[in-house]
């Protein structure tokens, strides 16, 4: 069965290949990433809200070790491999450390339609894998150099768009409870479908305008933009076996960890490294593995949790 | 009836928005008083920058000012920004009135 949130993304990628008209106002695509971070931090919160929170707190520095890991494994990959020079491969591994909150609106809806359920502290998981691998990318382009003006840094990282509308969405759902959310539930959750479903058509116009780019770059960052996640899923799913996890729960934190960032990343590193190409990291990230994880990626990981723990659902 | 205007330089800087927040913070240290800040799209030699999305948005702005704080702020771009960013800047000579705003 495949997903119809999918098939607007795949008529968007060729409506953006075959270089059509559509086009969506920019308002719109900011006002759906508005409803679908909410929509996830509410739906987190209100699950977290049943449940003791300090058992979670050796959880979280697991999934931050996950994330700095992965930045790690992908500079190296990206200097001898790819031979990167060290800004432009400290910038993409910060993306590939990082988490794509679109890609795990996907894999949480992937999830949804099939009824298999998952622990509310993926989305604390999503909150806290977004910061450290930015932060592990600027070091490993500068070192620990005193230029680096900390504080903006993380003024940009903590309180950009996704970190706050997810921590206060899940502030909020924890607060208000199932009957607080009741009335505001039609506009968020009964929606997040038709949201993800516009949102994703305007991924594929900006997924499409990645081939050009892409054709310069090459056979490496193409097989890198596959690989990595791949790897970086094996990471995560080991990890969330060793959490204990539910399949549904194992199968978002693979998710989670193989996906790269778009927004919050390219944003601070644009400032934090300048001279690294954003193309690059972009083309990789949006033109390969943004489109991976959400055609293949996702049943793929799903299917190895399955495996792996041998549990049926 | 003739106005009294007096000359002033017009200094307009086109560039990335993810710069936008950090070159205003630099505007305010070096002294500008007043500026104007508008979203733009267009075509240069980083490829098409058309607003679609936050990552290839533009922005274009303008501040009036005395010519030599206008070299100030062009000789502080040029040195801070044009190796690493997509940035057009440049003056122009233009007519005020009310000369005591632009100084």
Redo the contacts between chains.
């Keep these: 069965m495949i997903d119809v949130v999918i098939l607007f993304f795949i008529l968007g990628l060729i409506a953006g290949l075959l270089r059509s008209e559509l ?1 969506l106002p ?1 308002a719109l ?1 900011e006002t759906l990433s508005l409803v679908l971070l909410l929509t996830i931090g509410l739906k987190g919160g209100e699950g977290l809200a049943k449940q003791a929170i300090a058992p979670l707190l050796p959880q979280l520095g697991i999934v931050m070790m996950l994330g700095i890991a992965q930045t790690f494994i992908a500079f190296l990959i990206l200097s001898f491999v790819g031979k990167l020079g060290r800004a432009d491969a400290a910038a993409t591994a910060a993306h590939y450390g990082s988490v794509s909150v679109a890609t795990f609106a996907v894999a949480t809806n992937w999830l949804m339609s099939r009824n298999i359920a998952f622990e509310p502290q993926l989305t604390i998981f999503l909150t806290v894998m977004e910061v450290p691998a930015i932060i592990v990318g600027i070091v490993l382009a500068r070192g620990l150099s005193k230029q680096t003006d900390w504080r ?1 840094l993380a003024h940009e990282s903590f309180l950009g768009k996704g970190v706050t509308l997810l921590i206060g969405g899940m502030a909020i759902g924890w607060a208000a409870g199932p009957e607080g959310l009741a009335p505001i539930k039609g506009l968020f959750y009964d929606l997040f479908k038709g949201a993800l479903t516009l949102f994703l058509l ?1 991924m594929g ?2 997924v499409a ?1 990645q081939a050009g780019e892409l054709r310069k770059r090459g056979m490496f960052i193409i097989a890198f933009g596959v690989l990595m996640p791949l790897l970086s899923a094996l990471l995560g799913t080991a990890c969330g076996i060793a959490m204990g996890l539910s399949v549904g729960g194992i199968t978002l934190l693979t998710t989670l960890a193989a996906s790269a960032s ?2 919050a990343v ?2 601070t590193i ?2 934090a490294i ?2 690294a190409n ?2 690059l990291s ?1 083309a990789a990230v949006l033109g390969i593995t943004f489109p991976f994880n959400i055609l293949v990626g996702i049943p793929l990981y799903h299917w190895l949790a399955v495996e792996l723990t041998g549990v049926m659902v | 009836m003739t106005l009294s205007t007096e000359k002033r330089t017009l200094l307009t800087v086109i560039t990335e928005s993810a710069i936008e927040e950090t070159l205003l913070k630099d505007l305010e240290k070096l002294g500008v008083r007043g500026y104007t800040v508008s979203d733009a799209r267009g075509r240069g030699g980083r490829g098409v920058r058309d607003a679609t999305w936050g990552e290839v948005s533009n922005i274009r702005l303008e501040v009036i000012c005395a010519r030599t704080m206008a070299e100030t702020v062009l000789n502080h771009i040029q040195s801070h920004y044009y190796a690493n960013y997509a940035m057009v800047a440049f003056l122009q000579e233009v007519e005020i009135l009310r000369p005591e705003k632009f100084s």
């Design positions: 086009k920019a695509y903006a305007e116009l900006i305008r778009y927004i390219p944003a644009r400032l300048p001279e954003p193309a972009l």
